[in-house]
């Protein structure tokens, strides 16, 4: 199983542009998520999905939009980058619930708005 | 809502040294709480978890105890090495919610010197 993986590791945008990071999970798991890490303020939840065809907004959603057309995908759409958007950010799977519940993280993209 | 307070770094300590990173958490419910560590460059990682009180989490010489009573899970290891030297950070899952999101702290960095 090659786990969560992100595309790109590293993008650099100008004010405006669009883009969307990748995110694919081979294990099968019902829930996906996106997260924004800032230097001092942790993990903040983006968008989440408990399946393919639902989705819901997190903690910071504005700015961005979510799909989840298959059970492996969950693309990250920036429809106008703004330099706030500067982050890196990590897209997260996870299985079973409640206390069986453990959440498995990608290994981040790292995006840059000038 | 529910929130994470970790203790702020950086953290310095000499090889073979005591470790504890203190973490309190508020939070509705009855939550599930981990630890995760994110090495330089890479993504977050469990470490541990735990998800009910008095359980212990524990792996590579890390533990931590839900203590309930504190609405603590401070992260504690008696030895720590060089290859330790990350950023720990504490969270927490809500169970009684849908989002079946985590909840983060703002991340400890922990330097170890040889």
């Known amino acids: 199983n090659a786990g969560v993986t992100q595309t790109p590791k590293f993008q650099v945008l100008k004010t405006g542009q669009s883009m969307t990071l990748q995110c694919a999970q081979d294990m099968n798991h019902e829930y996906m998520s996106w997260y924004r890490q800032d230097p001092g303020m942790g993990l903040r939840l983006i968008h989440y999905?408990?399946?393919?065809?639902?989705?819901d907004q997190g903690e910071v959603p504005n700015g961005y939009n979510v799909s989840r057309s298959t059970t492996e995908d969950f693309p990250l759409r920036l429809l106008s980058a703004a330099p706030s958007q500067t982050s890196v950010y990590f897209c997260?799977?996870?299985?079973?619930?409640?206390?069986?519940?453990?959440?498995?993280f990608g290994p981040g993209t790292r995006l840059l708005v000038l | 809502g529910d929130s994470v307070t970790q203790m702020e770094g950086p953290v310095t300590l000499s090889e073979e040294a005591f470790l504890t990173i203190n973490c309190t958490y508020t939070?509705?419910?009855?939550?599930?709480l981990f630890w995760y560590v994110q090495y330089p460059g890479e993504g977050l990682q469990l470490l541990l978890k735990?998800?009910?009180?008095?359980d212990k989490g524990s792996n590579k010489g890390f533990e931590a105890t839900y203590r309930k009573e504190t609405t603590s899970f401070h992260l504690e290891k008696g030895s720590v090495q060089v290859s330790d030297s990350a950023v720990y950070f504490c969270a927490l899952s809500a169970r009684d919610t849908g989002r079946r999101a985590l909840t983060f702290g703002s991340g400890t960095r922990l330097q170890v010197q040889p």
């Open positions: 735990a998800t009910k009180a008095d």
């Open positions: 999905s408990v399946g393919a065809g639902i989705t």
């Open positions: 997260a799977s996870s299985y079973g619930t409640g206390p069986q519940e453990t959440q498995y």
């Open positions: 939070a509705t419910g009855y939550p599930s």
